[in-house]
């Protein structure tokens, strides 16, 4: 499948078979976050493996009662160490390369399951605290997104799209 193929297929799954996901395919989810671009060459992602369904019931708890998380059989926690990415770049690096880098890497993995034959979605909808609680993350590691992973049980069609033009500006920003 060429990439913008990859792309325009990948859809947000919240309904997962109970299928296990062998260790060589999370290796290989963990691999593409490993190669995400990231400013300075900084790498200040740090992804943490969520199994265990008593782990993954607290993270349900945490992400405003989103059950499908527990359905998943691998949840990956994708943070940011924003003193990782600080030391070079200082309040910038901590408030928005550090982000990025982690958003890059959230790309990446959804991207590689979806090549790889798995649904996965992208969940932003929690409550910080609750979740660097859970985790016990240390006080510079950021929690940004929860990825849910597994085979899909249900493939929703595809979203509606704004046209290019609508957004897409010649070298100034114009309102449509």
């Not at 992400?63 to 770049?89: G, H, M, T």
């Given at each position: ?105 959230t790309q990446n993995i959804l991207l590689t399951a979806t090549a790889m034959g798995y649904g996965s979605v992208w969940v932003g909808a929690f409550r910080e605290s609750d979740v660097i ?44």
């Amino acid at each position: 499948m060429d990439i913008l193929a990859l792309i325009k297929n990948r859809r947000s799954i919240r309904h997962f078979k109970n299928d296990e996901i062998p260790k060589e395919d999370v290796e290989k989810l963990l691999e593409a976050a490993q190669w995400a671009p990231s400013a300075g060459n900084r790498q200040p992602v740090e992804i943490i493996i969520v199994q265990s369904q008593k782990q993954k019931e607290k993270l349900v708890a945490n992400a405003l009662d989103q059950k499908f998380i527990q359905e998943a059989p691998l949840v990956l926690i994708i943070c940011a160490d924003l003193k990782r990415s600080s030391v070079r770049y200082g309040e910038r690096g901590s408030t928005l390369y550090a982000i990025q880098d982690a958003a890059a890497a959230t790309q990446n993995i959804l991207l590689t399951a979806t090549a790889m034959g798995y649904g996965s979605v992208w969940v932003g909808a929690f409550r910080e605290s609750d979740v660097i609680e859970t985790l016990e993350l240390p006080s510079n590691v950021r929690p940004l997104a929860i990825i849910p992973i597994g085979k899909s049980d249900k493939t929703p069609s595809g979203p509606g799209r704004r046209p290019i033009e609508e957004f897409v500006h010649q070298e100034k920003y114009h309102r449509n």
